[in-house]
């Protein structure tokens, strides 16, 4: 079933389980997101909650400043179903956080997506039913074949984005998007992936996606249906040209690699 086909009926959750139990984790990376976490995490719940597997969502707090982990701690005790956990990341960095929620799961299946929720909690599903058929890795794709923006970047985003997007092809086996913050492993795969990631800033997805490709893992590029939600943390000025930095020590480290076993 697709992420925008309506469900007829819910499935019943099986009982939280514990740690070691779990057959799907959901990361959520947060820094300063007391103000959106809360609509994304009821969202998830009710999403996980159609499952019929034993599943959990994770905040991993990168060191906010405001009320995120509050939040957050609220939301679990008025939901009181044993489906979201909070941790926490000194290291600042969206990869950090991505990097440290994954490692540390236990989970069959894990997997990450933004705070702000523009992938929709729906796609999850159509993760899953991937994963299961034998993709080792599912990524969301705004720019694949099917997939939809209900609310477009503003222009320099989309820009700045589509140079970036053109720029990364061949790192990454030609993913023709890997900066959609929605991303789904094995935990097998996971493991592999994330093991030695060193990119901390937005370009951490492109590194994910280099590392899969080198491992030659499967990887299956989903179509969604992706909008673009005020407050992102995301400066183009700043994030933008860091993001070119870490792609071109990346192609220099690639590069190298190929030439040490050549």
Known sequence: MSQTEARSESRPQPPAASVAQLDLEVIVPAFNEQKRIAPTLYALVKELQTLPLRSRVRVVDNGSSDLTADTVERVRATLDTGLIALSG??????????????????????????????????????????????????????????????????????????????????????????????????????????????????????????????????????????????GSTFSFRRDGFASFADLWDLRRAISENNARHA
């Open 89 to 230: 990341c000194s290291t600042r960095g969206k990869g950090s956080a991505v990097a440290k929620g994954i490692l540390s799961s236990s989970a069959t299946y894990v997997g990450f997506c933004d705070a702000d929720l523009a992938t929709p909690a729906a796609a999850i599903a159509d993760a899953m039913r991937l994963l299961e058929e034998g993709w080792e890795v599912v990524i969301g794709s705004r720019h694949c074949a099917g997939a939809a923006y209900a609310t477009d970047q503003p222009l320099l985003r989309r820009l700045g984005s589509a140079a970036f997007r053109n720029a990364t092809r061949a790192i990454a086996g030609g993913i023709q998007d890997t900066q959609c913050g929605f991303k789904f492993f094995t935990r097998g795969a996971a493991q592999r992936v994330f093991a030695h990631t060193r990119i901390t800033g937005f370009a951490f997805d492109l590194e994910v996606l280099a590392r899969a490709h080198a491992l030659n893992l499967p990887v299956k590029e989903m179509p969604v249906c992706w909008s673009d939600q005020p």
